[in-house]
């Protein structure tokens, strides 16, 4: 995880495959100015790095893909030889495509790309909740870098994600391909949550923090809870048990220290303070961050340890909850918040009636 407050400039996307393309006369500036200092191909690839063919192609198709690290080491050359306007500045303002080499990209992007909105921080939630960053797959010939995925059946949350990711990225629907109950998301928006989150994986497992920026604005933070709310939360309103609240539940993994406490909680008249135990031990992270969200909002809350549960690969995980109750409470919440999940949030409204 790359320290970038948020930020995500060309330059750290460099993964080999990640090409760039460039504005036309910005281009044909760049190529020409490349052939008058050098004088020769040959030169230029001597004294670059850069081969005679990718050089050619940069000098003559209209709109050539060429990878971001190639680029990124042309325009440095230039800035040797006392061109600065050749600088990464400069470059990212030129740029009109960006992507896989054999991907959709994104026409149009937003560079740099910038997760320090609300549309960044309910996308960055999104995926700390119903999304997830697939392993991917190593073989001899192949490198498999996962997928971006968003999981949810509610086709305006859906949409409301999809909108979230063009304000971040730029470009228009095709950076999302909706099949069903998933939204995949072109690599190059994995590649970029990537570098600023650790969500690649199961999240129960790896355990990741959410990202610092987002403690350093209360619309940031409004944003990552109300995401959360419409992926995880649940808005209880029972007026019979007198119950009014607001929940949401993650898990972590808790394998390698369950059976230090596995007599204890089975032999347990009052599992719950045995869970209160484990959980001075095994915190999540992500509610973690969470709760520290809530402190700074001031919307009190209780958070807890409800549950140790087991999965088919035998994992064994603890389940935390966190729930917002009290009236004057969830309305000082709802002042702050619109969930972006229709229904619940007319049943937040109904709530507080």
Not at 55 to 80: A, M, Q
Not at 178 to 202: H, N, P, Q, W
Request: charged share 30%; proline share 2%; hydrophobic share 35%.
């Amino acid at each position: 995880m790359l320290d970038t407050n948020g930020k995500i400039r060309f330059w750290n996307l460099a993964r080999e495959r990640n090409c760039i393309v460039l504005e036309e006369k910005f281009k044909e500036k760049m190529a020409n100015l490349l052939l008058k200092v050098c004088k020769t191909k040959y030169q230029i690839a001597k004294r670059t790095g850069v081969s005679r063919r990718t050089f050619s192609k940069l000098l003559n198709e209209k709109y050539p893909k060429v990878t971001c690290r190639i680029i990124k080491c042309l325009g440095k050359f230039l800035i040797d030889n006392g061109h600065n306007e050749f600088n990464l500045a400069e470059i990212e303002k030129n740029i009109i495509w960006i992507g896989a080499s054999q991907g959709v990209g994104i026409c149009n992007p937003k560079l740099p790309f910038n997760f320090t909105t609300q549309s960044g921080a309910r996308f960055l939630s999104a995926i700390s909740g119903d999304g997830c960053i697939t392993r991917g797959s190593r073989s001899r010939n192949h490198i498999g870098y996962g997928t971006l995925i968003y999981t949810n059946s509610n086709k305006s949350l859906q949409n409301a994600v999809i909108e979230d990711a063009i304000n971040i990225f730029g470009g228009n629907n095709d950076l999302a391909t909706t099949k069903g109950i998933y939204v995949f998301f072109t690599s190059i928006c994995r590649d970029a949550l990537e570098i600023i989150t650790d969500f690649k994986g199961m999240k129960s497992e790896n355990n990741p923090y959410v990202p610092n920026f987002v403690f350093e604005n209360d619309k940031l933070m409004c944003s990552w809870i109300e995401q959360i709310i419409a992926d995880e939360g649940q808005i209880r309103n029972y007026p019979k048990q007198y119950e009014k609240s607001i929940v949401w539940r993650r898990s972590v993994d808790m394998t390698n220290i369950y059976f230090d406490f596995k007599s204890e909680y089975e032999n347990a008249t009052n599992k719950s303070k045995v869970l209160q135990e484990i959980g001075k031990i095994r915190k999540c992270n992500l509610i973690e961050g969470e709760k520290k969200m809530l402190d700074k909002l001031y919307i009190s809350y209780i958070l807890k340890p409800i549950s140790i549960y087991f999965t088919k690969d035998e994992k064994v995980k603890l389940r935390w909850e966190i729930r917002i109750g009290r009236k004057e409470n969830l309305r000082r919440l709802r002042k702050l918040i619109k969930i972006p999940h229709d229904e619940k949030d007319k049943k937040f409204t109904t709530m507080l009636k």
